[in-house]
């Protein structure tokens, strides 16, 4: 289940792996800005010898910095959020951030050096899609759609769509399907994710 969202949203992921640069708040308040900072300051493989724990910190690090968490968190669990308690909301937020980490820091070793190009945005209300596009190895170019949303700390991605295909959907459609199939029972969901992810080796 986990696997198959977290390779097709990698791809978009990918070209965000830096050494967390600061940038400015115009950059931060800039949608397009934003996603050519990501694309221009790429590297093109994973630093030799960092460990699993490095890299999932450096995933980790990058994720709550680009990225909404808590809103994708939200999306992915759909009308259940509001019937999950306080205490389940919190505990799935940690293990969909820990599911989504663990999956990028192994897909993105498969990947190589790139080319990255933002092509323009276009507003729609508050948010803003950012396209852009990604050619890897010299194989068939892949059109990454970014959805951004402003927030108390510029703007953030909340969902990134990989040649058409939104990984914020695919996400709520995977887990969702978890909880239907035990009767709308959310701990079940939480059970399922914490067990996945310590078999996939997620570390904190």
Same mark, same amino acid.
């Given at each position: 289940?986990?696997?198959?969202?977290?390779?097709?949203?990698?791809?978009?992921?990918?070209? #965000?792996?830096?050494?967390?640069?600061?940038?400015?708040?115009?950059?931060?308040?800039?949608?397009?800005?934003?996603?050519?900072?990501? =694309? #221009?300051?790429?590297?093109? $493989?994973?630093?030799? =010898?960092?460990?699993? $724990?490095?890299?999932?910190?450096?995933?980790?690090?990058?994720?709550?910095?680009?990225?909404?968490?808590?809103?994708?968190?939200?999306? &992915? %669990?759909?009308?259940?959020?509001?019937?999950?308690?306080?205490?389940?909301?919190?505990?799935?937020?940690?293990?969909?951030?820990?599911?989504?980490?663990?999956?990028?820091?192994?897909?993105?070793? $498969? @990947?190589?050096?790139?080319?990255?190009?933002? %092509?323009?945005?276009?507003?729609?209300?508050?948010? *803003?899609?950012?396209?852009?596009?990604?050619?890897?190895?010299?194989?068939? &170019?892949?059109? *990454?759609?970014?959805?951004?949303?402003?927030?108390?700390?510029?703007?953030? *991605?909340?969902?990134?769509?990989?040649? =058409?295909?939104?990984? &914020?959907?695919?996400?709520? #459609?995977? %887990? *969702?399907?978890?909880?239907?199939?035990?009767?709308?029972?959310?701990?079940?969901? @939480?059970?399922?994710?914490?067990?996945?992810?310590?078999?996939? =080796?997620?570390?904190?």
């Amino acid at each position: 289940m986990i696997q198959r969202l977290l390779l097709l949203s990698a791809f978009a992921l990918f070209f #965000s792996l830096i050494e967390g640069t600061p940038r400015s708040l115009a950059a931060t308040n800039d949608p397009a800005s934003i996603v050519s900072d990501l =694309g #221009s300051r790429a590297i093109a $493989a994973m630093p030799n =010898g960092d460990t699993a $724990a490095a890299n999932q910190k450096r995933f980790r690090e990058l994720f709550r910095q680009y990225f909404d968490v808590e809103a994708c968190a939200r999306f &992915a %669990l759909g009308t259940y959020w509001r019937t999950a308690t306080a205490v389940q909301r919190q505990e799935f937020v940690e293990l969909y951030e820990d599911y989504v980490i663990v999956g990028y820091s192994t897909a993105l070793r $498969a @990947l190589g050096g790139a080319s990255f190009e933002v %092509l323009g945005s276009q507003s729609d209300g508050e948010a *803003v899609t950012v396209s852009s596009r990604v050619q890897i190895n010299g194989g068939a &170019a892949i059109r *990454v759609n970014w959805r951004l949303n402003p927030t108390n700390h510029g703007y953030k *991605v909340t969902d990134v769509l990989v040649n =058409g295909i939104s990984t &914020a959907s695919t996400q709520h #459609s995977e %887990l *969702v399907s978890v909880i239907q199939r035990h009767n709308g029972h959310v701990p079940s969901l @939480l059970v399922a994710m914490r067990e996945k992810n310590a078999s996939n =080796g997620i570390l904190r």
